[in-house]
């Protein structure tokens, strides 16, 4: 199949994401109007505060990491495109049930480990966790191929070459998860949302 990389009419959902990132990482970091401390995704204030759940992964800790998720939207936009997407809203439809998807693996890890008197103090932030999804996503859909997603079709194909290069890319971010600093538990839950997202 002919791949043509150029501006599409779908790319209207990919610049609206990377605009509300910069967006926010300029109000919270480089403006310092709003306080990143009310945005951060902290467990045991989200069944008082759950905008958390989606504020959380529009911050970032410094520009680097803003940086690496706004590559991460390009790369994820490429492998879409040749996959075949077809589908204006595909990427912010994907965007809002992962965010309550991954919620709800980390919420299940943390009831396990309070079985064992384990209570784990942390906070997350950063989009990552999408991305992560999206890649666990398109490495089934270039097996498989996709034909609908919640109902609408997107007809996206399988192709080698996308399963060749996403199988490397997850392979070195998981690689990369196990670094200090680096959310192993927001990465893994992303991939598991992304493949739980491609199974129904």
């Known amino acids: 199949m002919a791949f043509n990389n ?9 610049l609206v994401t990377g605009f509300f990132l910069i967006s926010v990482f300029i109000f919270t970091d480089l403006i ?3 306080d990143k401390e009310y945005l951060y995704f902290v467990p045991r204030l989200i069944s008082d ?6 504020t959380s992964i529009l911050i970032h800790a410094d520009l680097n990491h803003l940086l690496s998720n706004l590559g991460g939207i390009i790369i ?13 809203f595909f990427y ?34 950063g989009f990552s966790g999408i991305i992560y999804a999206l890649f666990g996503y398109i490495l089934l859909t270039s097996f498989y ?5 919640l109902g609408k079709e997107i007809d996206l194909k399988s192709n080698y070459e996308v399963q060749k290069m996403s199988k490397t890319i997850c392979l070195i971010g ?13 990465h893994l839950s992303g991939f598991i949302s992304g493949c739980f997202l491609f199974l129904v």
């Open 6 to 14: 150029s501006i599409s009419k779908y790319d209207w959902q990919y």
């Open 32 to 34: 310092g109007v709003i």
């Open 49 to 54: 505060q759950p905008h958390r759940i989606f």
């Open 76 to 88: 994820t936009r490429y492998f879409l495109m040749r996959l075949g997407i077809e589908s204006r």
């Open 92 to 125: 912010l439809k994907f965007i809002f049930i992962c965010s309550i998807l991954n919620f709800f693996i980390i919420w299940v890890y943390e009831k396990i480990l309070s079985y064992f008197n384990i209570f784990p103090s942390y906070v997350a932030l």
């Open 145 to 149: 191929g996709k034909k609908y997603f």
């Open 174 to 186: 998981l690689i990369f998860s196990f670094l200090p600093g680096v959310s192993l538990l927001g």
